[in-house]
């Protein structure tokens, strides 16, 4: 079973940036892809980014290029989401999720952190 346990989220002004981490329990993190999604109120969990287990190819939605950036470290089985040019619009809940390909699918993802907050505020 690989836990996941997301940190880093919080209220911001728009324009601000935030970090989110995520830290699994297991080596298989090391060999697995990772994702991030997300969760407005009244909305559908939505693909944020995701990352191969190589760490070569990554994934972005459309609403994010440019702003979002995934990376991973291995060694500390840790995945990150640097969010710079924050919006109001990117207000919601943030998963991390595990899985064995970087799809952009939350179906394709096994494995799923409990959730950070997000809140830009206008």
């Known amino acids: 079973q690989v836990q996941l346990v997301e940190s880093g989220g919080g209220l911001v002004q728009a324009g601000g940036s935030l970090r989110l981490s995520c830290t699994a329990s297991?080596?298989?993190?090391?060999?697995?892809?990772m994702a991030w999604f997300r969760q407005a109120p009244g909305k559908e969990r939505a693909f944020v980014a995701s990352?191969?287990?190589?760490?070569?190819?990554?994934y972005y939605a459309d609403s994010v290029k440019g702003r979002f950036t995934i990376s991973r470290d291995n060694a500390k089985n840790t995945v990150y989401l640097q969010m710079n040019s924050l919006k109001p619009d990117d207000t919601g809940v943030y998963y991390c999720a595990n899985g064995a390909l970087a799809t952009v699918q939350a179906r394709d993802y096994n494995y799923w952190g409990q959730g950070t907050q997000v809140t830009v505020s206008s």
């Open positions: 297991k080596r298989t993190f090391s060999t697995n892809a």
């Open positions: 990352i191969s287990w190589i760490g070569g190819s990554t």
